[in-house]
């Protein structure tokens, strides 16, 4: 049975109909990720087959004793307790069984309850040991550590988190509380590279299913293995990862397109047909085939091409509004020519970047130079001597808070080095993509943003020109103020496609983009002329532009460079990696060996131990001879007495002698 199904799922607020036609089915263990444009529904409908909100219609079902973890974009995480404690909850009942475990040792103390304490504490013991009772601490620390948390936030207050922080938290007790199925929408948000990259290795190792919405698309490469790409008028499947999707998508699209053409030609034969007999003997076959093309031709207007072939008339009257009413000739014609060929995904930002002048050869170049702030008493990180030659595109890396906008904006020349020296190469034109878009201004609309950078541009122009980045109608007149992440993010494209630069600088531009728009952005960077310093966790971006990798490492505070793709430098990285833990490997085999040779054997062992007697026995007798000696030098009155020293002095000396010859032997 699956764990939720759905069949012609809808929503709507209001008059505005969000989707309709959703039919889904979550099967145990799936790896599914939905994706589509920013609007769509995709987040709404999460909402709805966790049951947070109603659907317009349609049916829904999940199955009984559903246990589903649900991560908001922002989750919303409240009170004063601490990041641990947030972890524990994941392990309330471990920590019952623990308690209970307790109070069961304090009663084997007492005779008259330790028998039948006994005998609950030992199933119990097993219980709480297969659940993971002796483990769950550690697992916490390794998933918070995973997330990118440091052991000294681990016993923060919950208000003290930042919003990202907050969201991190949620995820990390998601993922520690076992669901049967998770939930994720935009899980990769508030993590860096290498926190995404131990999500993934989580998730791939996750033995429930995982339904996520996502616009990382490297992330979607390593987790799922269907993609369900959403529309307005219902889901359609595909099997694979991301690049396996948008080969399908290309292929089906290609289908369609031909699908269509042939389609039309059948619908102009038939018309050919009507044509030639509506007015003879066969007049009733052909006005009975004018009223199927007529309906025919409003069904594919309605639906599409492939649902109105694919579906019986039934279906198509339930979905579409197909008039009734009979039409000539003329008009059936019109229609069957003005028919168009499908739309490859929904409308799309229409980007087109200049480089403008030629730049020189050389673009940026530095000597000993140190990254930082002065208040802050050290740099951030050194930065080897780099030469940075036109039309290359370098993609920085590094962790949250290394210090890439940093260096971004000592380049700019906003921030100073700490040390050393940052030349610019001669005939920059340079444009900055702020992360957080602080070039754009918030009190003025998005004309008077366009006209900040193109003045003298006209109205009609500019509007036409924003209706490439999707703004359309009176959005143009909206201030900045009010516009959405994705919508802030679309304008300062906007901005920089009017820059005519022959350098970016880029921070985090796909961050709030949905999937189509950074694939255009792709399509668009990697035909630009320029040169190109991206800033992005975006790992699909840069790998699909960077010719090299420069890569922050804090806890070595310096930057790493490396000539080729992240592909190449993750393939390296694992290398080092591999050929780090094999010596680690040959060192201990060689230590085991010398162990294993140093190790003595049993006649050793038995020398060993005779030696120690032999010394210890030396020294006792050195110590009586010369005692004995001593009282010889005074002897006292009694000739007996001095007699029987003289003996025992003799003896002493020659087992002493004795012994020092074996001890000799021994050691030879």
């Not at 317009?56 to 404690?85: F, K, M």
């Not at 960077?546 to 490396?562: H, N, R, Y």
Request: proline fraction near 5%.
């Amino acid at each position: 049975m699956s764990l939720i199904t759905a069949s012609n799922l809808s929503k709507s607020y209001g008059p505005r109909d969000i989707f309709s036609g959703i039919d889904l089915s979550i099967p145990h263990g799936a790896r599914i990720a939905i994706v589509g444009p920013n609007g769509i529904g995709k987040t709404s409908l999460l909402r709805i087959l966790i049951g947070l909100d109603e659907s317009s219609g349609g049916a829904l079902s999940r199955a009984r004793n559903l246990q589903v973890g649900y991560l908001p974009q922002e989750a919303v995480l409240h009170g004063t307790h601490t990041l641990w404690e947030e972890c524990l909850r994941a392990f309330e009942d471990l920590q019952a069984l623990e308690n209970e475990l307790a109070r069961l040792e304090g009663q084997m103390s007492d005779p008259g309850q330790a028998e039948a304490a006994l005998e609950r504490y030992g199933p119990l013991q097993v219980d709480f040991e297969r659940r993971g009772g002796y483990t769950y601490e550690t697992r916490i620390r390794q998933t918070l550590s995973g997330l990118g948390f440091l052991p000294t936030d681990f016993h923060r207050p919950i208000p003290q988190l930042s919003g990202g922080q907050r969201t991190r938290a949620v995820l990390a007790r998601l993922l520690l509380s076992d669901p049967d199925l998770l939930i994720l929408d935009e899980p990769t948000n508030h993590l860096d590279i290498a926190s995404v990259e131990w999500l993934e290795g989580y998730l791939r190792q996750w033995s429930g299913a995982v339904l996520v919405v996502s616009h990382d698309r490297y992330f979607l490469d390593q987790v799922v293995d269907h993609i369900w790409e959403m529309s307005t008028t219902g889901l359609e499947t595909y099997r694979g990862n991301y690049t396996a999707y948008v080969n399908q998508r290309q292929e089906r699209w290609e289908l369609r397109q031909q699908l269509f053409r042939d389609e039309k030609e059948r619908l102009l034969k038939e018309l050919d047909y009507v044509k030639r007999n509506i007015s003879g003997q066969r007049t009733l076959q052909a006005k009975g085939k004018l009223r199927r093309l007529s309906r025919q031709v409003e069904a594919i207007e309605s639906l599409g091409v492939e649902a109105a072939l694919n579906k019986s008339w039934g279906e198509i009257s339930e979905k579409a509004d197909i008039s009734s009413h009979p039409m000539n000739v003329d008009e059936v014609e019109r229609q069957i020519r003005g028919l168009r060929p499908p739309s490859p995904r929904p409308p799309r930002l229409h980007l087109n970047l200049r480089s403008g002048q030629r730049s020189g050869d050389l673009v940026v170049r530095t000597y000993e130079v140190d990254i930082g702030y002065a208040d802050e008493g050290r740099p951030l990180f050194h930065v080897p001597d780099l030469v940075f030659k036109r039309g290359e595109c370098a993609a920085l890396i590094g962790p949250n808070g290394a210090g890439k906008t940093t260096f971004l904006k000592t380049l700019l020349g906003m921030l100073s080095p700490l040390a050393g020296e940052v030349v610019m190469g001669a005939s920059l034109n340079v444009a900055y993509f702020a992360q957080a878009h602080e070039d754009l201004n918030p009190e003025r609309t998005l004309v008077e943003e366009i006209e900040a950078v193109a003045p003298g541009m006209l109205l009609a122009v500019i509007r036409d020109f924003l209706a490439r980045f999707l703004f359309s109608g009176e959005d143009v007149f909206k201030k900045v103020s009010t516009l959405s992440g994705g919508e802030r993010g679309r304008l300062a494209l906007a901005k920089l496609a009017l820059s005519d630069a022959n350098l970016l600088l880029l921070d985090e531009p796909t961050n709030h983009l949905d999937i189509p728009s950074q694939e255009i952005l792709q399509e668009v960077l990697s035909e630009y002329q320029g040169t190109i310093l991206l800033v992005s966790h975006d790992r699909y971006l840069i790998d699909a532009l960077g010719t090299q990798i420069w890569e922050i490492l804090p806890d070595e505070a310096s930057m790493q460079i490396f000539q080729g793709t992240y592909s190449q430098y993750r393939a390296y990285l694992e290398a080092e990696k591999a050929a780090a833990e094999k010596m680690t490997t040959e060192v201990k085999v060689r230590q085991a060996g010398l162990a294993e040779k140093s190790r003595p054997s049993p006649e050793e062992k038995r020398n060993r131990a005779r030696l120690k007697e032999l010394e210890d026995r030396i020294a006792l007798l050195e110590g009586r001879l010369a005692a004995l000696s001593s009282q010889l030098e005074n002897p006292p009155p009694d000739p007996a007495k001095v007699q029987r020293l003289g003996g025992e002095y003799v003896r002493v000396q020659e087992e002493l002698e004795g012994l020092i010859r074996e001890w000799e032997g021994l050691h030879a």
